[in-house]
């Protein structure tokens, strides 16, 4: 998981293993609780590569997903690997797992009591939001390739405009489909509120432009006032070099 706060606290990246058997009773009925309620959203409201992503790696209600099952479809499907982690990751480190086709997971479950809302990432976030994508070829070479060149962002306004990037489309994006625009972002995903305000009156919803979305602000403790929607997925590849020589960042040696 990202750390995108600004003034966050330096933090060194620490990988761990997923102990699928030490999940409780308790830890899958809350993902069960929380599946049931986004996926009877998500079927209206999602983007439809996700919800064949979903399904393509297994998803399902009955218990927290093993990362292990997860990432030998993954493997087949995109050579992506969903790798556990305790907790946030500083940007430059997240950045080298992508550039390598990996994807830091947090494996916690967040308690019942605040099912509706977690300021830590945790798996229904990490592994419902944004691992189905990762099935998609196209989203799955524009994250790698986000990756390639955020590693080599060096001055802050470099990091903090792949950071943009990467909110206003891995976190944030919607994307129109069949005429309608849905949700792909992992926030707007994993979270009912999220998802309802960016597709209601109150979001102003943006053409997809690199040069918009580096210009644009954000806060990642309220409900956005502006989100970008993009065409087709595999339009987010050729951005992230556009960003790159947007943001001046140097090419690979």
């Known amino acids: 998981m990202l750390d995108v706060t600004p003034k966050a606290a330096p933090a060194e990246p ?62 087949a499907l995109t050579d992506w690997q969903a790798t556990p982690v305790s907790g946030f990751l500083p940007a430059p480190e997240f950045f080298r797992c992508l550039a390598v086709r990996r994807f830091p997971t947090t494996v916690t479950v967040r308690p019942r009591e605040q099912l509706d809302y977690l300021p830590e990432p945790d798996i229904f976030h990490d592994v419902f939001g944004h691992v189905p994508l990762h099935a998609s070829p196209a989203f799955a070479d524009y994250l790698q390739r986000f990756g390639q060149i955020a590693c080599r962002a060096e001055r802050e306004e470099q990091i903090q405009g792949m950071a943009r990037l990467f909110w206003f489309t891995v976190e944030f994006g919607l994307v129109r489909e069949e005429g309608r625009v849905k949700a792909y972002g992992s926030g707007l995903i994993s979270s009912h509120a999220d998802c309802a305000h960016a597709l209601g009156p109150d979001c102003e919803r943006r053409p997809f432009s690199v040069r918009a979305v580096l210009a644009q602000r954000f806060a990642i403790d309220r409900m956005q006032d502006v989100l970008f929607v993009v065409d087709t997925f595999g339009l987010l590849f050729h951005a992230a070099q556009e960003a790159a020589e947007a943001l001046g960042i140097p090419p690979a040696v």
């Open 14 to 75: 620490h990988f761990v293993t997923q102990d699928w058997h030490a999940y409780t009773g308790e830890q899958h009925d809350v993902w069960r609780v929380l599946y049931e309620r986004r996926m009877a959203d998500l079927r209206v409201n999602g983007s439809d590569v996700y919800l064949r992503g979903a399904e393509r790696i297994g998803l399902c209600p009955d218990c927290v997903p093993d990362l292990t099952v997860v990432n030998e479809k993954l493997r």
